[in-house]
């Protein structure tokens, strides 16, 4: 069974601090991870995708990935109280592109 | 980033009656869409992956006579409810794969089965 773990929170960040979110996965193969975000009662929308080992930045977030400890996570820069939402980790299980996705981390960002 | 459209967006019915929900890729061609199913407070569930112009592969427990899945075009997936019951009640979210395996997804329809 693959798995996708991540810690379900929530994790409560002060606005202007930097949320640090960590995901781990079984599959040794996988080559394509990806953070959404989801807000209660929406459906997800993606944040990053990340393919090689290192970090990749977009605006506020940063993406590191570490393919041989088989570990990805995802940094928030300046927290602001719009980014309280859960964050799914997803990792390509590379069927027809299917994504095996993780349970999800609770960010509650407090003014 | 890409656009993924889903209709309806709130759907209430009667209970033995059938829905329809339509997933459509607006600005690019999508050969697989996937269905999930989110039920409050947990995580999604893949339900099926839908590939144009072939039969859809449905996940261990998902009956695959209750939730009819079409992908006539690149473009469009459909997932039919049938004789729904109250226990269907939930949170159905279509997504679309792009050509760098990304998947998009669509806002989601909430279904009430009275």
């Known amino acids: 069974q693959k798995e996708v773990e991540q810690n379900s929170g929530p994790l409560s960040v002060p606005e202007g601090a930097i949320a640090s979110l960590n995901c781990t996965y079984s599959?040794?193969?996988?080559?394509?991870f990806f953070w959404y975000r989801q807000y209660s009662g929406k459906s997800p929308e993606l944040i990053m995708s990340?393919?090689?080992?290192g970090d990749k930045e977009d605006g506020r977030f940063t993406a590191q990935l570490n393919k041989a400890s088989q570990y990805v996570s995802l940094l928030i820069r300046d927290s602001q109280p719009s980014d309280s939402a859960t964050y799914l980790c997803?990792?390509?299980?590379?069927?027809?592109?299917?994504?095996?996705f993780g349970a999800g981390t609770q960010v509650v960002v407090t003014p | 980033g890409a656009v993924v459209s889903q209709h309806p967006s709130w759907v209430i019915c009667k209970s033995g009656t059938s829905v329809k929900i339509e997933c459509r890729s607006l600005?690019?061609?999508?050969?697989?869409m996937f269905w999930y199913r989110q039920f409050p407070k947990q995580s999604l569930m893949l339900m099926a992956t839908?590939?144009?112009?072939?039969?859809?592969?449905?996940e261990q427990g998902v009956e695959k006579d209750k939730f009819l899945i079409n992908h006539a075009s690149l473009t469009l997936s459909t997932l039919t409810v049938t004789s729904a019951h109250p226990e269907d009640s939930s949170f159905y979210i279509c997504?679309?794969?792009?050509?760098?395996?990304?998947?998009?997804f669509g806002a989601g329809t909430r279904l009430s089965v009275l």
């Open positions: 997504s679309a794969r792009d050509a760098r395996d990304i998947q998009y």
């Open positions: 839908s590939n144009e112009g072939s039969k859809a592969t449905y």
């Open positions: 599959d040794r193969g996988s080559q394509s």
């Open positions: 997803a990792v390509n299980l590379g069927s027809w592109g299917k994504l095996q």
């Open positions: 990340i393919y090689s080992n």
């Open positions: 600005d690019f061609q999508a050969t697989t």
